[in-house]
C-alpha cells in the first residue's frame, strides 16, 4: 500500500511517501480502507518528536482515518499511527460507525477537534449559561468548533482571537462576537476590551508563551484557562499559588486520550451530541483543505505557517 513513513524525526521534510506491506488487524481490531485521513497539529509534533507520547521509527503518522470495513461499516476512528496510509489497523472499541448524514471531512473534524472543544467546555472550564468566553486560534480546527459549541451551550459572550482580518472574520461568521488580533501586543487589555471592560470568565488556549502568559492576567475571579496544546513552541511563564488565589482562578490542562480513563463512555457521549448538532445544521466542521497522500508535507508546512483553517484531510487516492 502506499502511505507516508517516517524514518528520522525533524520537521515536515520528514514526510516521505513509501510503499509499505498493507497492515494486519489482529483481534480486537479493524482493518479499515481509509477514504480520508485527518491532519492534526500534534502530527507536526509527532514528527519531531517534541509529543507528549515518544513514537517508535520507523512511523507512518496520523492519529485519525474514515473509511469502510472489510464488513461494510462505514466508520471514523482513532488509529494511534497510521493514519497516513491507504488502509489502517484501528482498536474496535475506538471505532464509531458515522451516521449518513455526515460527510467523510465532518466526520473527522469531529472526532479530535470536536470532541476536545466539547471536552474542554463541558468537562476542563464547566461553562455556565452566559460566561464569557476566549477562544484563541478561533478559526483552526478545535477553536471554529469550540466557537460554535459555546454558543450552543449558551456562553453569554464568545471573543475570539486569530492571526489575520480573514480568520477573524470566519470567526465572527460562526458566531464569535467579537474578534482580537492574536498579535496584539497588549492582549490582555484587548480581551477586557472586547468583554465590554470586564475581565472573563473562560479562555481555551493552544499557543503558549506570551499568549498564555496575558490571557491568565485577563480572568475574572473564579475564572478558568484549559490548555491544551503550544503551537508557539514556547513555554509559558511559571504560575506560583499565589497568584491564583489573587483572582481564585483555575488552569486545567486538556489531552483527549485520558478522555478513555473516565467512568462510562464519555466519548460516545460527546459524538452523541456533535453528530446531531451537525446532523440538524447547529455544527459546521470548516473544511481547510484536502491534499493528496504525496502532499503530506505541505500540509504539514501549510499547518506550521499558520496558512490554514479548519480542517485539513490527506486523500490517500491520490
Given at each position: ?168 472574520a470566519l470567526a465572527l461568521e460562526l458566531g464569535a462576537d467579537a474578534a482580537v488580533d492574536a498579535a496584539e501586543p497588549a492582549l490582555r487589555d484587548a480581551l477586557v476590551e472586547a468583554n465590554g471592560g470586564?475581565?472573563?470568565d473562560v479562555v481555551l488556549e493552544m499557543t503558549g508563551g506570551d499568549v498564555t502568559d496575558q490571557s491568565l ?102
Amino acid at each position: 500500500m502506499r502511505a507516508i513513513q517516517i524514518t528520522e524525526f525533524g520537521g515536515p521534510e520528514v514526510l516521505v511517501p513509501a510503499e509499505l506491506p498493507d497492515p494486519v488487524a489482529g483481534p480486537g481490531h479493524l482493518l479499515v480502507e481509509v477514504s480520508r485521513a485527518g491532519v492534526n497539529y500534534a502530527d507536526t509534533h509527532q514528527a519531531e518528536n517534541s509529543y507528549l507520547r515518544e513514537p517508535e521509527l520507523p512511523l507512518v503518522p496520523g492519529g485519525e482515518v474514515v473509511g469502510t470495513t472489510g464488513a461494510g461499516r462505514r466508520v471514523v476512528a482513532l488509529v494511534g499511527t497510521g493514519g497516513y496510509a491507504e488502509r489502517a489497523v484501528a482498536p474496535a472499541p475506538l471505532a464509531w460507525d458515522v451516521p449518513e448524514a455526515i460527510d467523510d471531512v465532518t466526520a473527522l473534524g469531529l472526532l479530535v477537534q470536536g470532541a476536545s472543544a466539547w471536552l474542554l467546555l463541558r468537562r476542563s472550564v464547566h461553562l455556565a449559561p452566559g460566561e464569557s468566553v476566549v477562544v484563541h486560534a478561533a478559526a483552526g480546527g478545535v477553536g471554529t468548533l469550540a466557537v460554535q459549541l459555546a454558543r450552543a451551550f449558551g456562553a453569554g459572550r464568545i471573543i475570539a482571537t486569530a492571526s489575520s482580518a480573514e480568520k477573524r472574520a470566519l470567526a465572527l461568521e460562526l458566531g464569535a462576537d467579537a474578534a482580537v488580533d492574536a498579535a496584539e501586543p497588549a492582549l490582555r487589555d484587548a480581551l477586557v476590551e472586547a468583554n465590554g471592560g470586564r475581565r472573563v470568565d473562560v479562555v481555551l488556549e493552544m499557543t503558549g508563551g506570551d499568549v498564555t502568559d496575558q490571557s491568565l492576567r485577563a480572568l475574572a475571579p473564579f475564572g478558568r484557562l484549559a490548555f491544551y496544546g503550544m503551537a508557539s513552541r514556547r513555554e509559558p511563564a511559571p504560575v506560583p499559588p499565589a497568584a491564583l488565589l489573587a483572582h481564585s482562578a483555575t488552569i486545567a490542562g486538556m489531552w483527549l486520550p485520558h478522555v478513555f480513563q473516565l467512568p462510562g463512555d464519555v466519548m460516545r457521549t460527546a459524538l452523541d451530541e456533535l453528530f446531531g448538532l451537525a446532523s440538524t445544521g447547529r455544527l459546521r466542521v470548516v473544511a481547510g483543505g484536502e491534499y493528496g497522500l504525496t502532499e503530506a508535507r505541505r500540509a504539514h508546512e501549510d499547518l506550521r505557517a499558520r496558512r490554514t483553517t479548519g480542517k485539513l484531510v490527506l486523500d490517500p487516492s491520490r
